[in-house]
């Protein structure tokens, strides 16, 4: 479980490290992120130990946004002004989220159906279902 954190940590510190070397102007943390997955991509299975430790930050996520929270709550009277452009950000980020996350879904079930259709013996599963 520790080297595992350490993995994620150090993909985060490497991201930081391009992002304020390169000049790049995206956040550390996302090219982090990427490097991971291109990482995980190339070795083609992911670690046990590694899904241990995403399951765990996953299940406890709610905490991680404590100090966002604190964060908006210091600047409560600026958002106090500025409420509107707040409000709309929230429910139009989250709107194109759900959508966004819906489409994905629905694509990758058909394409999964479409995989599942034009395998060997297909056909003769589906016969079996339905009898």
């Known amino acids: 479980m520790l080297y ?3 993995t ?7 991201g930081e490290f391009i992002a ?3 000049g790049l102007p995206l ?3 996302l090219i982090g992120s990427l490097l991971l997955l291109l990482a995980l991509l190339l070795y083609k299975r992911l670690p046990k ?3 241990d430790a995403a399951s765990v930050l996953l299940q406890n996520m709610m905490l991680l946004f404590i100090p966002v929270i604190a964060g908006v709550m210091q600047e409560f009277d ?3 002004r500025e409420w509107l452009p707040f409000v709309l950000a929230c429910v139009l980020g ?3 989220t759900f959508a966004a996350t819906a489409w994905t879904f629905r694509f990758f079930l ?4 479409a995989q599942e259709a034009r395998r060997p013996g297909a056909s003769d599963a589906a016969g079996k279902e339905a009898a």
């Not at 994620?8 to 510190?13: G, P, R, V, Y």
């Not at 058909?110 to 159906?113: K, S, T, W």
Request: hydrophobic share 55%; aromatic share 14%; glycine share 4%.
């Open 8 to 14: 994620l940590f150090a993909f985060q510190l490497l």
């Open 78 to 80: 600026h958002l106090r």
């Open 4 to 6: 595992a954190v350490a």
């Open 94 to 96: 989250s709107a194109v």
């Open 27 to 29: 956040p550390g943390a």
């Open 49 to 51: 130990a590694l899904e």
């Open 20 to 22: 304020r070397f390169s």
């Open 110 to 113: 058909q394409y999964q159906r």
